[in-house]
């Protein structure tokens, strides 16, 4: 049986599978392989390095469709400019960072290196800019991870052919993004990497599902890592999947220069050494449970900023962390499959096994069927 749904002909790809990824070149294998590869915008500080990955891949894509993903929320907050935003964070949140890193011997960066921004592509203005560089490139998809889109936003998208997607964690929410002109829902449940709600895939995609009504596809996200989970998903009612974590441990992912340490702290982890905390964004997200959340966790410690100050406050100490090579203190956002993420291996071998995946799952069902 092909793994194919209506989202297949919508967008022109061979299987049901949107993978998002902050790694321009996992996005374009994900393309290329036969899914739909949506980058994420997030990490980008500047418009000119969304301008640079997206030429990238249009040019190492073969022509197939891809997407991107960008923060932003349904109205226009109140924002500063970075400095002002810095001195918005309390000396004593510095000095618990200083502090931990310190008692956990993470290495100060070298003098000659350069320190990176605090993410601002949480910033409204920031992920707006970044819509318009999408704008200007045969993007088919523009996804948004905090709910629908400004209405503008919505309209230009459509204006340029171009669907819209937004996360949802309840399924008021998914009825919502739907109202304002959103084409497509992304069903997130509480096994998801990042940020992630409080209400299980097997829950929130059924509800989600029946909340949007027929026309309106939808995409089960959070702890999908193999074929039998897309069936899971696709008998839920979705249309197709949407899975972030486990492009980590691909060989395509390389940013940054922690990668071993990376790796091998997620070969390493089970389903079990994941929690959700607000000590990455300042929202609620999935992280992989290590001796920097647990410090976070001891008394004493304060209560984190809300975003974008939080990412802020540890942006610096993220680049150190990341940069140490230790797999015992590497911040990453993954999410509960983490447990099926055993090996290094190129993109094109897991979508071809999610397909045979999806193919014996449903074989078997169809022998259970005509037993």
């Known amino acids: 049986?092909?793994?194919?749904?209506?989202?297949?002909?919508?967008?022109?790809?061979?299987?049901?599978?949107?993978?998002?990824?902050?790694?321009?070149?996992?996005?374009?294998?994900?393309?290329?392989?036969?899914?739909l590869g949506v980058l994420g915008c997030v990490r980008y500080n500047d418009a000119d390095e969304v301008e640079a990955a997206l030429t990238w891949m249009d040019a190492n894509t073969d022509g197939r469709p891809y997407g991107v993903d960008v923060v932003m929320p349904a109205k226009v907050p109140a924002e500063g400019t970075q400095v002002d935003l810095g001195l918005m964070i309390p000396v004593g949140?510095?000095?618990?960072?200083?502090?931990?890193?310190?008692?956990?011997?993470?290495?100060?960066?070298?003098?000659?290196?350069?320190?990176?921004?605090?993410?601002?592509?949480?910033?409204?203005?920031?992920?707006?800019?970044?819509?318009?560089?999408?704008?200007?490139?045969?993007?088919?998809?523009?996804?948004?991870?905090?709910?629908?889109?400004?209405?503008?936003?919505?309209?230009?998208?459509?204006?340029?052919?171009?669907?819209?997607?937004?996360?949802a964690g309840k399924a008021e929410h998914a009825a919502r993004h739907v109202s304002r002109g959103v084409d497509i829902v992304v069903a997130q449940g509480y096994e998801a990497g990042g940020h992630t709600g409080e209400i299980a895939s097997m829950v929130l995609v059924p509800e989600v599902?029946?909340?949007?009504?027929?026309?309106?596809?939808?995409?089960?996200?959070?702890?999908?890592?193999?074929?039998?989970?897309?069936?899971?998903?696709?008998?839920?009612?979705?249309t197709g999947v949407w899975m972030g974590s486990y492009w980590l441990t691909t060989q395509e992912y390389t940013i940054g220069t922690g990668v071993p340490g990376l790796?091998?702290?997620?070969?390493?982890a089970t389903s079990s050494d994941t929690v959700r905390s607000r000590i990455y964004s300042g929202k609620p997200a999935r992280l992989l449970k290590n001796e920097w959340t647990r410090a976070w966790e001891e008394p004493g410690a304060p209560e984190p900023l809300p975003m974008p100050l939080q990412n802020l406050l540890v942006s610096e100490a993220h680049q150190r962390l990341m940069?140490?090579?230790?797999?015992?203190?590497?911040?990453?956002?993954?999410?509960?499959?983490?447990?099926?993420?055993?090996?290094?291996?190129?993109?094109?071998?897991?979508?071809?096994?999610?397909?045979?995946?999806?193919?014996?799952?449903?074989?078997?069902?169809?022998?259970?069927?005509?037993?």
């Open 1 to 35: 049986m092909p793994l194919r749904t209506p989202l297949c002909d919508r967008f022109g790809i061979e299987h049901p599978i949107v993978g998002f990824t902050p790694s321009e070149y996992v996005a374009a294998a994900i393309s290329k392989a036969g899914g």
């Open 93 to 167: 949140h510095r000095e618990f960072v200083d502090h931990t890193l310190r008692r956990l011997g993470v290495p100060p960066l070298p003098a000659d290196q350069e320190r990176r921004d605090g993410v601002l592509g949480w910033l409204h203005s920031v992920a707006r800019a970044h819509v318009e560089v999408a704008l200007d490139h045969p993007v088919a998809l523009i996804a948004n991870a905090l709910g629908s889109p400004p209405d503008d936003v919505i309209a230009a998208a459509h204006d340029h052919g171009i669907a819209v997607a937004a996360l």
């Open 209 to 238: 599902v029946d909340a949007v009504g027929p026309g309106v596809p939808v995409l089960a996200a959070g702890g999908i890592g193999s074929g039998r989970q897309i069936v899971a998903a696709l008998a839920l009612g979705a």
């Open 263 to 268: 790796r091998d702290a997620l070969l390493a």
């Open 323 to 371: 940069d140490s090579g230790n797999p015992a203190v590497v911040p990453m956002p993954v999410g509960q499959i983490v447990g099926r993420m055993n090996e290094i291996r190129p993109v094109a071998d897991i979508i071809a096994e999610l397909v045979k995946g999806f193919d014996d799952a449903t074989q078997r069902l169809d022998g259970i069927r005509d037993s």
